[in-house]
């Protein structure tokens, strides 16, 4: 199985606490937090990683290098300017290898089983798979709704809605052929990317699924996963 990381933004949310590096090198008990995230994905049979690389990207390939001592195989897709993480998916475009790719967030640890996104988009035949997480309070959040396993509503915030509801988890599971529709330059795949080929009738599915999730965006959830570390809930 093959993985975009997204890993090209400028992580002002966490400068505070991590300065002198992209963000998912940030520290975590001696080690680069993405050196967490990717023995996750080796043990989950994930062997190829592409790097979507923007801000100091030269640090993460120096990190990694070919990732043979992490146990996958790396390649690096440098951006010249910021292309949003649509942009960043079509500038990875010529390392991917495989029918069907991962696409996440390389500052955020998902522990969950990546295969059943495969399953998924097999029995339904979709374009695109990804997983939901169910919130305590979607008032704070933009709802992910589903009509007869499609996805039909995308962050969608109303107003009044409190309680439990569903909300995107941030691992996309997409086929070579939709990545190829998107245009070079400068895209949202989360906030015009996929309203679009909702509205186009792309075949989206979703799964929800529960398992630790951690971003490390805020200083707060920073602190948190280096404790997790520090207390064995996540091995090193």
Known sequence: MQAILLCGGLGTRLRSVVSDRPKPLADIEGRPFMAYLCEELVRQGIDEIVFAAGYLGEMIEECFGDGSRYGFSASYAFEKEALGTGGAIRNALPHVKREQCFVLNADTYYRIRYAALFELMEEKELDMALFTREVEDISRYGEVRLSDGLLS??????????????INGGVYLLRRSLMERIPEGKHSLENELI?????EGVRIGAKKAEGYFIDIGLPESYRQFSEDVREGRISQ
């Open 153 to 166: 509503a995308w962050n969608e915030k109303r107003e009044g809605r409190q309680g439990k509801g569903e």
């Open 195 to 199: 309203p679009r080929w909702i509205q």
